[in-house]
């Protein structure tokens, strides 16, 4: 009787229990949804590890979020008045238009250096333990998001001191946030398993992110340029060039991005999402013996 007692208890406890069978050798899946929802508790506690970090002595945080576009700022907008030049529209004063620039562009690229390194940094997590490798990229996207808010309340505090008022259209402003989250992330995803396996990325994508800084209209805006009409839609798959024009647009009413560029820039990033997450998934399954 009592072997049946005890058959019948452990029944019950691992009633509601799922299997998952690790298996390196399978052909690598598309991704399991529902094992990224159950774990989207963990996303929540890395993120927070992040964020107490970053803020754990609230002033010194603070004051480098807002303190790092706002020298920027100061350097360019000094550089471009003494050069005599202007490199955005009339519409705003320069220095509003460059810090949208530069607030968006902080987002996309501590996103894009952060996920570059995750699956490093967390080496002694992912050879002890499982869980969907895809984790860490996604909660490496929330900090970053964090310092982008607190850099929009000083973005605001600038407008209201230029009287600038946004229109209509800063309700399209949370859509194009998402869409450089999503590119960023996209991006990170081709990096980080790259770097996994090749830690020479560690020190390219900074190289990269800084030429991107200059390629895509951070500090000037599109239509100060005089760029080819042949050279348009190249210069539109950067999508970073799209997402900067339309944050300054929906925000501070400049001249936004021609459809045709959008579309493009929507089609890169799809692609290179679509891929990254395949190779990621490809470099998941040997991850733990590897890294």
């Not at 030049?85 to 949208?100: D, H």
């Not at 501070?252 to 997450?277: D, H, K, N, Q, R």
Request: with cysteine; glycine share 6%.
């Amino acid at each position: 009787m009592s072997s049946l007692a005890d058959n019948a208890a452990s029944q019950r406890s691992t009633e509601g229990t799922r299997l998952v069978v690790i298996d390196a050798a399978r052909a690598a899946s598309w991704f399991d949804w529902r094992e990224l929802w159950n774990y989207r508790e963990l996303i929540w506690i890395l993120a927070a590890r992040d964020i107490t970090v970053r803020y754990r002595q609230a002033v010194v945080g603070v004051a480098w979020v807002v303190l790092q576009p706002v020298a920027e700022m100061v350097v360019f907008s000094g550089l471009f008045s003494l050069l005599g030049k202007r490199p955005a529209g009339e519409a705003v004063p320069y220095t509003i238009s460059l810090l949208c620039g530069l607030l968006l562009w902080q987002l996309f690229a501590a996103i894009v250096g952060s996920a570059t390194s995750c699956l490093v940094d967390n080496r002694p997590l992912l050879t002890k333990v499982y869980f969907p490798r895809m984790v860490l990229p996604l909660a490496v996207c929330l900090r970053p998001l964090v310092d982008f808010g607190v850099g929009l309340v000083v973005l605001a505090g600038l407008m209201a001191w230029f009287h600038v008022a946004p229109s209509l259209a800063l309700l399209m402003m949370p859509l194009v946030v998402l869409a450089t989250v999503i590119t960023a992330l996209a991006l990170g995803l081709w990096l980080s398993a790259l770097n996994a396996h090749y830690r020479d990325f560690g020190y390219i994508v900074p190289f990269l992110l800084r030429i991107g800084f200059f390629v895509s209209p951070v500090i000037y805006e599109t239509a100060s340029l005089n760029i080819p009409t042949q050279w348009h839609l190249l210069y539109s798959l950067n999508p970073m060039s799209s997402l900067l024009e339309s944050f300054r647009w929906s925000l501070i009413g400049t001249a936004g991005p021609e459809v045709i560029e959008v579309v493009a820039s929507l089609v890169a990033t799809f692609l290179v999402l679509v891929t990254g997450a395949w190779y990621f998934r490809r470099v998941e399954r040997f991850l733990a013996d590897r890294i």
